[in-house]
């Protein structure tokens, strides 16, 4: 059934133990995630990646339907949900399961989606539609962040935060923290302040995300994924810091075959690498090989044409890529 955001509260999740959550609006989604579902299960959390269970259907079953995991109550949340996971979900559902709640995390999905047609048609499942968040909406939280502190601010400064947060509470809160951490040696905040602090509309970790992925560390890759809310656009720039990163490795490699040494080539390299990323670089090599590495270019080039193909699930698409990469 279809379900405003607001009425989720009022639901009884006995009986209605299902939820799917999509949208653009990643903030308002975590804020319900959070403060109406995870603060009632504790400990007793379980976070996955929709490719994480595709790729390991068996052993998420297994566990998932053994006498330890339901001894008491359960939340499952799956991130970046897509209609590839629909006949786990429905396997999942015909076992009711007593005691274990099911959320779905997705960025758009469209009306033909069939896991979205799923939960829409269901008299027991609620989908829920969460669109970006308003000028107001925006503005009041940001007034009230610098009401709490004491903090006098400007009509102007209000305006110009909730310009740049792009429509989301999450990147609005996260530069929120930012302001936050100036305040411990400042008594007040001018817009030069804020201009200087803030980027609200973008990620500041898509370097960091390429990196962790090409170092294999699937982990935090999955982590870095989970804490950001990348958008259509952030796509390509992602895909083609991959390609830079990646032709990078591959004259580190080339130049590996003559110094021998996996230091001695990295230091040696022109344009130099900076000091700080030499150990990120140095495991990316030691967890691949050049014939991985030309593979990898070949697969990025592919991948970038067909995100720019299906400019809608992009994100998804790119996702899927990144994990993927991070596990091999």
Not at 36 to 60: A, S, T
Not at 113 to 119: C, E, L, N, V
Not at 136 to 153: C, G, M, V, Y
């Amino acid at each position: 059934m279809i379900t405003k955001y607001f009425e989720i509260q009022k639901i009884n999740i006995l009986i209605n133990y299902a939820f799917l959550l999509y949208g653009d609006n990643d903030g308002l989604k975590n804020d319900i995630v959070k403060n109406i579902f995870e603060k009632n299960y504790q400990d007793n959390i379980y976070k996955y990646d929709e490719i994480e269970i595709l790729n390991n259907r068996e052993q998420f079953m297994v566990g998932l339907f053994s006498k330890s995991f339901f001894e008491d109550k359960k939340l499952i949340i799956i991130s970046r949900v897509t209609d590839k996971i629909k006949d786990i979900i429905e396997e999942i559902i015909e076992k009711k399961l007593t005691g274990v709640v099911i959320i779905l995390l997705s960025s758009g999905l469209e009306k033909k989606s069939k896991i979205r047609q799923m939960f829409e048609r269901s008299t027991n499942f609620s989908c829920v539609a969460f669109y970006p968040d308003n000028h107001q909406t925006l503005s009041t939280i940001a007034s009230n962040f610098f009401r709490e502190k004491k903090i006098p601010i400007s009509t102007q400064i209000i305006n110009i935060l909730t310009d740049r947060a792009g429509g989301d509470r999450q990147n609005l809160q996260r530069e929120l923290a930012k302001i936050e951490g100036l305040l411990g040696t400042r008594l007040k905040i001018t817009i030069e302040d804020v201009l200087k602090l803030t980027n609200l509309a973008e990620n500041h970790d898509i370097s960091e995300l390429v990196d962790n992925c090409l170092a294999k560390n699937k982990r935090r890759t999955i982590k870095i994924l989970n804490e950001n809310s990348y958008s259509i656009e952030d796509s390509i720039i992602i895909i083609r810091t991959f390609l830079s990163k990646s032709k990078r490795l591959l004259k580190l490699f080339n130049e590996l075959q003559n110094k021998k040494n996996i230091d001695m080539a990295i230091t040696s390299t022109k344009p130099p690498i900076f000091w700080k990323d030499k150990d990120i670089v140095k495991q990316q090599m030691q967890k691949s090989s050049i014939n991985a590495v030309r593979n990898l270019i070949y697969k990025i080039n592919d991948m970038e044409l067909l995100i720019k193909k299906n400019n809608y699930s992009s994100i998804n698409l790119l996702s899927n890529f990144v994990i993927e990469q991070s596990n091999i």
